[in-house]
Each structure stands twice: as C-alpha cells, then as structure tokens.
C-alpha cells in the first residue's frame, strides 16, 4: 500500500454563506498531527467566490468545478485533479480534529479497506430543537443513534477518505444524484458509489470508526421543522433514485434494519422519556414517526419520477479510469 501521507483533501464550495467555515475546514486540515500532500477547494460555478478564495489563500489549490453544477460534478473534479493515493473529502462547513488521519489511517494498513468514515458529531449554531431526535441526525449530515462501528454500505460524506484507485475502477460519483442548486436537498451519491465499489472489490469494505471525530456545521435553516421534513422527503427520492441504478439487494439494505430496529426502539424511548417527564420526548418520538412518514412519501414519489424515466443511468467511467 502506499504511504498514507500521499493524501488529497477535496472541499467542495459553492457559496459566500459558508466563507467562515470554508475558512475553518481548511485550518482543521493543515491542524493534522499526520500532514496531507495537498488540499483542493473545487468552487461550484461561482466565479467570484472561486476569485475570492485563491487571493485568501495561499498552499491551497483553488479550482472552478469543471463538469455539472452540483456536489458529484465538483467532487468528480476534485479526483481528476488530485495527486494523492487517498482522497479525503471534506465537506466545507465540517472540521477534523487534530488527528482524524492519523486515527483513519491505521484501517488501510490491511490492504482491505476500500475507505474510511469518522463519528461525525454537529455544532449546532443555534439552540438544538428539542424535538430534533438522534436517530434521524442524518438530515444534517451526522452520525446517527444506530450506526455501528465496523464495516458498513456507505461511508458519511462530510468527511470520509477513500483509496485513489476506487475512482480509477469504477469511476467517479453520479451526477443524477447529490445536491445541487434545486430547492430540495437531495443526496445518496456517497451510498451508490460505495456500493458500486463494494460489488468491484469483493472481499474488501468501508469502514465507520467512531474514535476519530469530525464536526459538522448546523445552520439556523437547519433548524426548523420544515427543513427537517424536506429533507426527509429529499431522501427518500435519493433513495428511490439510488434502487433504480444501484444493485437491488445492496440498495436498501441497510435502511431495512433502520426501520425495522432503530426507528421503533427510538419511539419507545421518547415516549418512555415522556412518561417520566421530559415533555421532549414525545416531540421527539413524534418527530421520528413524521420523518418516517415523509422519507416513505418521498420514496414513492421518486418510484414515480423512476417509472416516467426522469432519473437517468449515467455510467461514469471514461478511457483512464478518471470520471467525468
């Protein structure tokens, strides 16, 4: 294996609004107990931000996204053009701490790890609603009540470091899915790579250690309920999108034990809270029954935009292996 040091940082931007955090996500990086060979700030189409930033910042490569407007278009970029043998992506309103590559890097000694995902815990800007339950912090990109340490189906992409030669097998993210500009938050692009890469290296796995820690900015519009709801119904479309290119038994694998274990234990136990007091409890057992409900909404209604053929099956490999 190549030495880990031989690592990539790819922080994908796209808007003024996150100028501070863009600012920590870097500092968080070059902070590293374990020192990385070059850090990427991929600006999506937004040629003053991108102006911005290269007179801000100085050891840092700053380069406008080069494929489609969105999260995959900028990270796809981000692998034609970087140099290490690990590519760590990093969201840019996340930070590491001091040694998140130094923890991450033992998983690749083995030769077996296709790429690795951190506890990713949230720094809530405001007061944290408390309706907001753990089992669904992954509406603001977090780890969530249920995950466990070990070999899972996708890695978390607010920060997760992946081997260079992943993208060199089965190509870059798929530009039909991700974020974008458009209202609804839409995602599941890190899930459908991994499970084409899991499907190219059998044997191998990604792995979620939850030693090392990532932060993750959450913004007052990440607050409200309404957002909560959006982007659950979101994921849901993401998921039904993701079944229709990915491989049918790994597509929903793992949000089956999620419904069927996590979701009910984490109604019981807001009620159970409620009973003895806590009045949030019930806001949060409601919640959980809410965003079940539109996440399976939104499900369907992604089955639908997959029947009218509006999801297309993009294939991302291209000649050397580089994906466009």
Request: charged share 20%; hydrophobic share 40%.
């Amino acid at each position: 294996m190549p030495a880990y040091d031989s690592v990539s940082v790819i922080i994908c931007v796209h808007s003024f609004k996150r100028w501070d955090a863009i600012f920590g996500a870097v500092e968080s990086v070059r902070s590293q107990s374990r020192p990385v060979l070059e850090i990427l700030i991929i600006v999506d189409h937004n040629a003053e931000l991108e102006r911005r930033l290269e007179e801000s910042f100085q050891g840092v490569t700053v380069v406008p996204n080069s494929q489609d407007r969105g999260l995959s278009g900028a990270r796809n970029t981000g692998v034609a053009l970087a140099k290490g043998d690990f590519l760590l992506f990093l969201d840019d309103d996340a930070a590491l701490e001091p040694d998140w590559v130094r923890e991450t890097a033992k998983h690749f000694d083995s030769g077996r790890t296709l790429g690795v995902t951190s506890r990713i815990v949230p720094r809530w800007q405001g007061i944290r609603p408390f309706w907001f339950p753990e089992e669904f912090l992954w509406v603001v990109g977090c780890t969530y009540e249920g995950m466990r340490p070990g070999a899972v189906r996708n890695l978390i992409g607010a920060a997760m470091c992946v081997r260079r030669d992943v993208f060199g097998s089965v190509g870059g993210f798929n530009n039909h899915l991700g974020r974008s500009s458009g209202r609804l938050p839409m995602g599941c692009e890190e899930t459908e790579l991994c499970i084409r890469a899991g499907a190219a290296f059998p044997g191998s796995a990604f792995v979620f250690d939850a030693k090392p820690c990532a932060f993750h900015l959450v913004g007052d519009e990440r607050l409200t309920f309404g957002y909560f709801i959006r982007r659950c119904f979101a994921e849901g479309k993401s998921k039904a999108a993701l079944a229709d290119v990915a491989l049918p038994s790994a597509a929903l694998s793992t949000e089956r034990r999620y419904v069927a274990s996590v979701l009910p234990r984490g109604v019981l136990r807001g009620m159970s809270a409620c009973f003895h007091g806590d009045i949030g409890g019930l806001g949060r057992a409601s919640a959980i029954i809410c965003g079940f409900i539109a996440t399976f909404v939104g499900y369907v209604s992604g089955i639908g935009f997959c029947k009218a053929g509006r999801f297309a099956h993009p294939l991302v490999l291209h000649g050397s292996g580089e994906p466009r």
